[in-house]
């Protein structure tokens, strides 16, 4: 299987902290993404990284890529409640479109 | 601007019924994907099409499942005698083109089979 692994499964911070997620996939990429998806709802796409970019911002999230790894990791800087939801890396693995899926992890913060 | 659009959002079956569920994509968007996401699981890949073709169904069970995107109207997946291992949350998301796009998903179809 391709699916990569995210890790921690589950992460139960404070609001104000930090939380961090990793993803490791198997082979070689063109672009690693990440997901939010609240529960019982849809997934909103957060940030793409292509494989020849090492780091990428969007507001209070970073993500890192580290291709000699095979791993990525997002960043949330000072949590809120609302960002309570879980966290999925995908990627096509240059299979032109469909996106294999991690497992995700599932972030909790409490206020 | 509107988004992905699915519907039904929730859809309950009997088992040996038939399940359809519709998808219209962003406007503009081209390609679409659908997704099932199992309880307490991430989502698996199920087909890739674009406006009258499929381009990869590899992740499609090879019965009772089927799917396409018509030139007018939205994508349909369909599922024809449903059992209640069919039961999870289908997801549409659409792109503007194949590869290294990001995706955009629609609300979802929670599947019941009773």
């Known amino acids: 299987s391709q699916q990569g692994e995210e890790d921690p499964q589950a992460l139960s911070i404070q609001e104000g902290e930090n939380a961090t997620m990793n993803c490791s996939y198997k082979t070689s990429i063109n672009n690693l993404q990440w997901y939010r998806q609240n529960s019982g709802r849809g997934l909103v796409h957060l940030i793409l990284i292509r494989s020849n970019e090492r780091e990428k911002h969007s507001g209070r999230l970073r993500v890192t890529l580290d291709t000699s790894k095979k791993s990525s990791s997002l960043l949330i800087t000072a949590s809120r409640a609302a960002d309570t939801a879980s966290y999925f890396c995908?990627?096509?693995?240059?299979?032109?479109?469909?996106?294999?899926f991690g497992q995700g992890t599932e972030l909790s913060v409490k206020p | 601007n509107a988004g992905v659009m699915q519907n039904p959002r929730h859809l309950v079956r009997r088992r040996g019924q038939e399940a359809r569920l519709r998808c219209s994509p962003m406007?503009?968007?081209?390609?679409v994907y659908w997704y099932r996401q199992l309880p307490e699981e991430g989502l698996k890949f199920m087909v890739y099409l674009q406006k009258e073709n499929i381009i990869d169904e590899s992740g499609m069970p090879k019965e009772r499942f089927s799917a396409e995107f018509p030139k007018e109207g939205p994508s349909i997946l369909r599922i024809q005698q449903v059992v209640r291992g069919d039961s999870a949350a289908y997801f549409c998301a659409s792109s503007p083109a194949g590869g290294a796009y990001e995706q955009y998903f629609g609300p979802g179809t929670r599947l019941t089979v009773t």
């Open positions: 406007k503009g968007h081209s390609h």
């Open positions: 995908a990627t096509d693995y240059n299979q032109g479109g469909k996106l294999i």
